[in-house]
């Protein structure tokens, strides 16, 4: 194990006294190791590899012939990769790209924006130099979060974190502006809507309600009259907190008969471009509002210079009618009716569950979606 860096050889020393060899090895200082006679005559041992060369000089007095059975060692070893130069540079090219790449970020989670638009938080992180690819790790994280949650009313507090090349951006919502608790004035919360509650967090007040129960639009959620600990007397408080509950959207719309989809007209109008290397100098507009244009395959130059001329022509495209088929009346009708149920659906809401199905009655054929949502079910109702 010693050896194996600088490497070494196992020899095969062949003669009437190979053992002389091997004691004028040991007077000269040479370590050798594993010696054994694998049959008369010969004897086998192991020696360092910087040390072969002095062999010749030894051996003149023993008139042995020597063999070499095997080469081992770092020596070897790296001669062998040497003659692979271009495999070399590509190991220490992957592993210094992985150690600048492993310093930056490359990817940025968002969480809790609520009503803060996520490109709009996105685009204002990107303006202070927050964007994939930078070595987040010195710039001024806190000091920035603080800027851009000043910058938007929709939030109260922004944090950014650095975990590995994730940036985790935590946003909080700020309260819009009739939302601005006032812990002055007593009152309840009671139900919005129509809901099976998920979760109950009470900050003040006497929660009325657990999860897995149905409530209705003005059942009453949390109390805000408050018993005293010895049972002696009953007060008001301004109850406040978050009740999470599942929410059902439902939509339906009858499956259109007809479609409308783009179609060429058939009339059609010459298209011209010059061009001077790649820049488009002059070019024919479309006389048609929709068109496609269909372009030659190859240029045609008028100079040694490169002037070009592109030609092709201009095809007007049309809204048609047609018929639905009725796989086609199904797929629309349940499209639209998806769209029209997540538009019911409150910014804020987190959506569990989208189910879709067709529905025949009256012989007319329906889509229906219904969408269930998460969301704070809430709201404050003065106690008088």
């Not at 007095?61 to 003659?83: Q, S, T």
């Not at 990817?107 to 964007?131: H, P, S, T, Y």
Request: charge should be positive; charged fraction near 25%.
């Amino acid at each position: 194990m010693w050896h194996f860096p600088k490497g070494y050889v196992i020899i095969q020393i062949e003669g009437v006294y190979p053992e002389r060899l091997a004691s004028l090895l040991q007077q000269a200082g040479v370590p050798t190791w594993d010696i054994c006679r694998p049959a008369p005559g010969v004897l086998q041992l192991s020696l360092p590899a910087a040390a072969f060369s002095r062999l010749h000089g030894l051996n003149r007095r023993c008139r042995c012939h020597i063999r070499i059975r095997e080469k081992r060692g770092g020596r070897r070893l790296i001669r062998a990769l040497w003659a692979r130069r271009v495999l070399l540079l590509g190991m220490a090219f992957t592993v210094l790209l992985a150690l600048w790449a492993s310093h930056r970020v490359w990817f940025i989670d968002l969480k809790d924006c609520g009503r803060m638009d996520e490109a709009v938080l996105l685009e204002a992180l990107f303006d202070q130099g927050v964007r994939p690819g930078r070595n987040l790790k010195r710039l001024p994280l806190a000091q920035i979060a603080d800027f851009v949650a000043a910058r938007y009313e929709e939030l109260a507090f922004l944090e950014l974190h650095v975990d590995g090349v994730i940036l985790r951006v935590r946003a909080k919502e700020a309260l819009m502006e009739g939302e601005r608790l006032d812990l002055s004035q007593p009152c309840d919360v009671v139900a919005a809507k129509a809901a099976v509650v998920t979760s109950v967090t009470c900050y003040a007040g006497r929660p009325r309600v657990k999860a897995g129960e149905r409530v209705e639009p003005g059942q009453l959620l949390l109390s805000g009259a408050v018993t005293a600990r010895d049972g002696s007397m009953t007060y008001p408080t301004h109850a406040y907190g978050e009740v999470l509950g599942a929410v059902l959207y439902e939509a339906r719309v009858p499956a259109p008969v007809t479609g409308v989809e783009w179609a060429s007209t058939g009339a059609e109008a010459p298209y011209g471009a010059l061009y001077v290397g790649q820049k488009r100098l002059l070019f024919r507009k479309s006389p048609f509002s929709e068109a496609d244009l269909i372009l030659e395959e190859k240029p045609v130059r008028l100079s040694p210079w490169p002037i070009w001329i592109r030609r092709g022509v201009y095809r007007e495209k049309g809204k048609l009618e047609r018929p639905l088929s009725q796989s086609e009346r199904r797929e629309t009708a349940l499209f639209l009716a998806e769209r029209d149920a997540l538009l019911q659906v409150p910014r804020q809401a987190k959506i569990i569950m989208i189910n879709r199905y067709t529905v025949e009655t009256g012989g007319t054929l329906y889509g229906v979606c219904a969408v269930t949502a998460e969301e704070n079910i809430g709201t404050t109702k003065e106690i008088r």
